[in-house]
């Protein structure tokens, strides 16, 4: 698994677009699509629409990953 940074292709409200995140976090990140029944690419708009604009689009999908996993631990 690499800890590089790689290009991923996303589909936002009909445009192709690419985010560069490293295999763990894009592997969590799907697992989480996946938990919640929702495509990878609805998931990922609702991120983009709801970030700050001076924040790119990995960091806001790294930080919804962190927080989806720090919101499970406190749960259990």
Known sequence: MSLRPQKRSLTLR????SVSLEDRFWLAFRTIAKEKNRPI???AA???AARALDT???SAIRDYVLQHYMDKDSRA
Do not use: F, V
Not at 14 to 17: L, N, P, Q, S
């Open 14 to 17: 009909g445009h192709r677009t």
């Open 41 to 43: 690419n609805a998931l």
């Open 46 to 48: 609702e991120i983009d």
């Open 56 to 58: 790119g689009l990995a």
